[in-house]
């Protein structure tokens, strides 16, 4: 895949971890991805599909934090004093495949 697709794919990702909740606002969870908030903190009442759903933004988010907005909002200021040189997606920790 080509750098240009991948940014382009990551973009997409950031955005639709911020636009679960662009037309929906909990009272529990103002801030943006509040819906996805609430779904993770009910996990087991789920139907087997919302599980698969909220897992695969989860193993997204693990892959990049910028794709889930609350972890991005109370992650960026520490990957920005202590990762600045680190590109998204690239790390020094050995993946296992």
Known sequence: MSQACKADLRS???ERGKSFVKDTKLF???EPGS????LREVTDDLADTCKAEVLRTEEDA???FATDAALHEKCQ???????KDVRPGKTNLPVDD
């Open 35 to 38: 819906v996805l908030a609430c």
């Open 77 to 83: 200021p520490d990957a920005d004093a202590l990762c």
């Open 12 to 14: 997409f990702k950031v």
């Open 28 to 30: 529990l969870y103002p």
């Open 62 to 64: 693990a892959r990049d």
